[in-house]
């Protein structure tokens, strides 16, 4: 059964960073595209970044220049780096395992991870 753990999370001031971790088991990472999404409070899950089987990388405008995807493919975990956090980046941080559509666009699939807190606060 494909299992994913996100982990990293915590609490950060404006300006500080974290790196989170998905864990995957049962599925190659490096074989499937994977993406981090996020949940505030009372918003919408939405799409922060993704990696593609081949490396190449796509960030949501929010967060470039702060958040890097990557890749361990000998441990089998994605990571999502993130710096300059703001107050506006505080959320649950979800990893999924989906699939990009040949206009090169992420799409989720069912496997997620249980999530973690990331919150950003002075």
């Known amino acids: 059964q494909v299992r994913l753990v996100e982990s990293g999370g915590g609490l950060v001031q404006p300006g500080g960073s974290l790196r989170l971790s998905c864990a995957a088991s049962?599925?190659?990472?490096?074989?499937?595209?994977v993406a981090w999404y996020r949940q505030a409070p009372g918003k919408q899950r939405e799409l922060v970044a993704f990696i593609s089987k081949g490396g190449s990388t796509n960030y949501a405008d929010s967060v470039k220049g702060r958040f890097t995807i990557s890749r361990d493919n000998a441990k089998n975990i994605v990571y999502l780096q993130m710096n300059s956090l703001k107050l506006e980046d505080t959320a649950v941080y979800y990893c999924n395992v989906g699939y990009i559509t040949g206009s090169g666009s992420y799409r989720a699939d069912d496997y997620w991870g249980q999530g973690t807190q990331a919150t950003v606060s002075s």
């Open positions: 049962e599925i190659a990472l490096r074989t499937n595209p």
